[in-house]
T-cell receptor, first 112, second 113 residues
Framework: GENVEQHPSTLSVQEGDSAVIKCTYSDSASNYFPWYKQELGKGPQLIIDIRSNVGEKKDQRIAVTLNKTAKHFSLHITETQPEDSAVYFC???????????FGAGTQVVVTP | ETGVTQTPRHLVMGMTNKKSLKCEQH?????MYWYKQSAKKPLELMFV???????ENNSVPSRFSPECPNSSHLFLHLHTLQPEDSALYLCASSQDGTGVGYTFGSGTRLTVV
């Protein structure tokens, strides 16, 4: 089955710096890769996603890149702000009926 | 109400109790899911329902029993749980199986004592 590895598990950055989180997946049939942000006491919220026919997608300070050959995708957050502090999860969809495999999460802490 | 709503937000139960978690979606989605979220571990998919039919049961112990009476409601019935079942239980819904509109609820924090 699909296996998604996520690194790092924790990431501390200074406000204004960039943050990068990387995920690798094992199933070459994976075709959809969302990123979720989870704040304390809340469920995961979709922040950006990418499909396998696209190499890069950007939404303001957030971007996602996909390398299908290497089977990895990354989340880039630029000009980080304290409100970016949260746990971020990557996921890969390979099967029918929305059965995602999730990474273990990255705790991002943005210090002023 | 919009989105995916889960109740209760917190639940403490003894190992001999029976309780139920409720999930309701107001998005017109056709699929609903139960996930278990434990500390430092990836989200674990438990059950998948599509148009009220169960399409996935990921080897979940029988002490967890799902119910989907209609496409807007999903329940997780709990009985004789173990302390290791303590976790955040998340409900999600999606338009279909392609991942479009995948939306999570805020979860129920379950503690088994």
């Amino acid at each position: 089955g699909e296996n998604v590895e996520q690194h790092p598990s924790t990431l501390s950055v200074q406000e204004g710096d960039s943050a990068v989180i990387k995920c690798t997946y094992s199933d070459s049939a994976s075709n959809y890769f969302p990123w979720y942000k989870q704040e304390l006491g809340k469920g995961p919220q979709l922040i950006i996603d990418i499909r396998s026919n696209v190499g890069e997608k950007k939404d303001q300070r957030i971007a996602v890149t996909l390398n299908k050959t290497a089977k990895h995708f990354s989340l880039h957050i630029t000009e980080t702000q304290p409100e970016d502090s949260a746990v971020y999860f990557c996921a890969a969809l390979t099967d029918s009926w929305g059965k995602f495999q999730f990474g273990a999460g990255t705790q991002v802490v943005v210090t002023p | 109400e919009t989105g995916v709503t889960q109740t209760p937000r917190h639940l403490v139960m003894g190992m001999t109790n029976k309780k139920s978690l409720k999930c309701e979606q107001h998005l017109g989605h056709n699929a609903m899911y139960w996930y278990k979220q434990s500390a430092k571990k990836p989200l674990e998919l438990m059950f998948v329902y599509s148009l009220e039919e169960r399409v996935e049961n990921n080897s979940v112990p029988s002490r967890f029993s799902p119910e989907c009476p209609n496409s807007s409601h999903l329940f997780l019935h709990l009985h004789t749980l173990q302390p290791e079942d303590s976790a955040l239980y998340l409900c999600a819904s999606s338009q279909d199986g392609t991942g479009v509109g995948y939306t999570f609820g805020s979860g129920t924090r379950l503690t088994v004592v």
